[in-house]
């Protein structure tokens, strides 16, 4: 009865052990908190219970094998993860009434050797140990895989840990492109690469697993496991192949190295025991190995020397006693708080990190809104100017009308620029994004078309003149092809925006590892704005080109009625910037903010251009050079025989009378009353030079038809101010050939 008494006794009092122990171990405390569940044990099981113990010994070789097992030079003990589960299994030996003891001593180095002794084939030629040795374990106290080789061979404990083959490697600083080269992860590509080699330990079964599973790989056998570090350190080998749970032991005590984390080959530790050991012993040494198992004291130990010492939830610091939020973070090795996503941060990672919208910054809002309010300044100025000159003959010669309407469509583009700035932090709508390219394209077809209707009308009338026929062109005429042309440009953009509009979209870039955005960027887009911005840029490249073949047909026009060669300028200006503007935004890509400066500054430049090239000049002409009449009839004279001269001379006489019969048409009138009832109908009539019968071509046609014979008429010509004599009855009838050479000689 008092044995049953002090038995129940003993284990009420484990129970309380473990419990109290439990909380403690399994909170990641300092080194200083820790408390051995097996000391305290051993401590409280040290006390005289007064109950008759059998007493029982078993003879261990131990393989040192940090930190399966250590050796202590100061205290002559052995201790590290087999010493503390030795320590375990006597205190369940108590608990079936036996005083277990474990007489230690050490074995052999390596793992074939050490288990040859306990081997049933101990002293015999093929495994030819002394008897002596034979005799001298009962079991082997180190980290052995069981296999079913070794099993012939020897008894098995139950298995107290699993684990698996694996790789540790050294920790290479991300800056180090040359270090990165040689950075194996697994062996599989060292094995694919001459050059890398694995270091593996001598004599060991994990090296012929190893060698087997990656015959092609470079191996360097080391013959411990402290020598297989150092040569991994000392770069002779760039993995070190061995058991995890050595591995993780070698990581967690020193941070330059890390378990790549490939397993291959799980294996379960055991200790090898003799066949021959007596079957009580045995039988009971298995059992105790298993109440450790199912008290969880294996799983402390497991924690105790492979897991690396966290603070509990919540909790960072050297002495686990900062915060450290238990959502957003947890402790490292060292105590630090170490944030589980990039969106947190802080020394307790409780600042949320904000998302990068990519906003376009105020600096360049502002700049953008300046961009505009250039433009539109300029233009005020000019339509003020045009207004408070609109007496002056270059101005009336040059249309006012037509230049106004310049001004319109380039403060309408220009306005194009805010609506690029526009921009939202969300996915909510910006409509802003379908209504810039009706402002772009729009102001752009109005100004161009405009310029292109003028240099048109011109060519017409003086192109009918040279061929003496009468044509009348009219503003209203004029005003259909602007309004065609730009009709082009309103289809397009209507289409677009009535199949697929533009439309503000926010797209993210990063996340974190839990997929909530760190950076995203917005931008107005549509599906299909590839096929209509080529379909637009086509049709203007067209017009464009179109309109500086007119420029050069028009060369020879007097720049008093055609503005060609500004125009050619400005088509050239403006074809440039775009020829540089378009690889730049593919080279910016998605960069909103660089894309934002080079879409505006083009929008900016094209039509500052456009307003400093065409009025400009204008501007120039009225108060800096000289104001002479605007002389119709030179004007056409000089077209005429620029035009002439760019067919092959022709020696026959029919040729000259052809070619003296169309210049004398145009000096006669016939042609000059259509050029100027339409473009200088409200010109002052204050051009007559001496008499009466001397008249400038500035006069209406009416005068004209009153010449007679020998008239002089003047046709202020740049090159002899000298009036020729009209050779006719009539200055409206055709020359004769006798006029025609008299006009010749002329």
Known sequence: MATKTTMLLLLVVLLAVLVAVLPVSTASVSENQKISIVGRQTQIFGEDVGAPLTNMTLRGGVLLAPPFAIYDDDTKAYTGFQGDLLKSLEIFALLDGYHLQFD??????QYGNALDLVANDCNTTTN???????????????????????STRVDFSPAFLRTTMSTLKIIKDEADEAALLTDYTTLTQLQSSEDGTACVPEGTYLRTVVMNKFPKANYLDCLSPLDCVSYLKEGRCQLYADDELMLKYRALNDPVLEVTGEKFNTQYIV?????????EKSRLLKKWMYASVANATLDLLDYKYFSV??????LAGENCDLNCDPKHGNSDRYGKCVCKSSKWKGDDCSIEVEEELNMYPDWEIAMCYAFFGINAFACLVCAWWIYAKRGSKQVKAWQPFFLNLVLVGCLISSSSIIALVQQNDSDDPVYACAVFPWLYTVGFSITFSTLYAKILRVYKLFQAAADTRRITVTQIETLKWVGLLTLVDVILVSVWTGVDPMAWTRV??????????????????SSSWKIFVSLIACWHLLLLLRACFLCYQTRHISTKFAESKYLAVAMVSHLQIFAISIPILVIVGSDPKASLFIRSAVIWINDFAIMLIIFGKLMYSVHFEKSDDINVGHAIRSYTQSRTSMAPRRSSLGGRMSTMSAISSVENGEAIGSVEGVLLHDLEEDNHKGNSNKVSFTDSTKKMQGLKLNDDVDYNDDDNDQPLQCQTSLCTGVLTASDDVALDQR
Not at 309 to 314: A, E, N, R, S, Y
């Open 309 to 314: 010492k966290l603070c509990p939830l919540g």
């Open 508 to 525: 993210i870039v990063s996340t974190d590892i839990f997929g909530e955005p760190l950076e995203s960027v917005g931008y107005c887009t």
């Open 128 to 150: 030819p140990n002394l008897l002596e040795d034979c005799n001298k374990f009962d079991l082997i106290i180190g980290d052995y895989y069981c296999n079913a080789e070794r």
């Open 104 to 109: 230690l001593s050490l074995s052999p180095p």
């Open 271 to 279: 200790w090898p025991i003799k066949y021959s050991l007596a079957t």
